[in-house]
């Protein structure tokens, strides 16, 4: 019990991300699998409105070399500026996801990460710490 009780204690903003948690598999149960990314984006955000939890929705992040912007990025939300949300529709996590979310939190100074895998099975969430 108390090493529960420490893991939960150790956790980074668990009310917050306990409600987006609930939020999103509110959000895959009401509207199910085979939709594109924009659309699980859309009626999350929604969502959020309803629960008025306060986000922001494609940020713009730059991609700066030499003092030049060569590109850019954009996340998905970032959610009452603590946490970075990204969302994919696969089956299987993969290794370029745990990297641009931790860009992501490094780039934005936040400290909690969460990439939500739509699968055909329902919703993985995996969390990731700055």
Do not use: W
Request: charged residues 25%; positive net charge.
């Amino acid at each position: 019990m108390n090493n529960s009780k420490n893991k939960i204690n150790n956790l980074i903003y668990p009310e917050l991300s306990y409600e987006i948690s609930g939020l999103l598999f509110k959000l895959y149960n009401e509207l199910g699998y085979g939709y594109q990314e924009k659309y699980y984006s859309r009626a999350f955000a929604l969502l959020l409105k309803e629960n008025k939890i306060k986000f922001k929705r494609e940020i713009c992040v730059p991609i700066i070399f030499r003092d030049k912007i060569i590109g850019r990025y954009y996340i998905d939300f970032v959610i009452d500026d603590k946490i970075a949300l990204e969302f994919k529709i696969s089956n299987e996590f993969r290794n370029q996801y745990t990297q641009q979310i931790l860009s992501y939190l490094k780039s934005h100074s936040l400290k909690l990460g969460l990439v939500v895998l739509f699968t055909s099975k329902g919703i993985e969430i995996k969390r990731f710490a700055n």
